[in-house]
């Protein structure tokens, strides 16, 4: 009775390869973490209430070496923080309007990819008799996304351009950008 013996099925199983109770061990893969290195928040230029035109930030890279991994997936996640204030005072309908374009790049031997992008829209408009509109956002904003690169050094860059705005403006900065990446081998 002090013998431990594997389960054997009392009708035998097809196929059954093996009597051992171990299961086989996993092939394990390397997996790969980098956290971004440079993080800066964006800070936009405003004139007199007026968010100036053609605005570009970098807000994080990372880079990362998956020569060593076959068939690399690499996952990408950023998050930030995006702030803004504005009003708008004139006339019988009031409006404020943020649209900023997110931008990720990659950067592999010498080239610049923009791989992926995503639109921010914060659009709000009020036609009534109110004699003004204040809005005053905190908002976060985060996105993911898997890329299948050719196994080699790769940089990835989250970017954001400033595309429209609409109301007079104290404000509009993104803080607290991270951009994490994971990369892992498919064989």
């Known amino acids: 009775m002090g013998e431990n013996k594997c389960y ?11 009597t051992n109770c171990h299961p086989k061990p996993h092939k394990t893969r390397e997996t790969i973490l980098e956290c971004g290195c440079s993080p800066e928040a964006a800070f936009f230029e405003i004139d007199d209430g007026r968010v100036e035109r053609g605005q570009e930030f970098v807000l994080d890279r990372v880079r990362i070496d998956t020569t060593h991994l076959k068939k690399p997936v690499v996952k990408l996640d950023f998050s930030s923080l995006i702030i803004f204030e504005a009003e708008d005072e004139e006339g019988g309908e009031h409006e404020v309007e943020v649209d ?9 031997n010498g080239e610049y990819e923009v791989i992926r992008s995503w639109n921010y829209l914060y659009e709000i408009d009020v036609e009534n008799s109110i004699d003004e509109l204040e809005v005053e956002m905190k908002q976060p904003f985060a996105v993911t996304f898997c890329d299948k690169p050719c196994a080699t050094v790769c940089e990835y860059i989250m970017k954001v351009e400033g595309i429209d705005f609409e109301g007079d403006f104290d404000a509009l900065r993104i803080v607290s950008p991270t951009l994490t990446v994971i990369a892992q081998g498919q064989c």
Not at 8 to 18: A, C, G, H, L, V
Request: charge should be positive; glycine fraction near 0%.
């Open 100 to 108: 900023l374009l997110f931008k990720l790049i990659r950067v592999s």
């Open 8 to 18: 054997q099925p009392r009708y035998p199983i097809r196929n059954y390869q093996s």
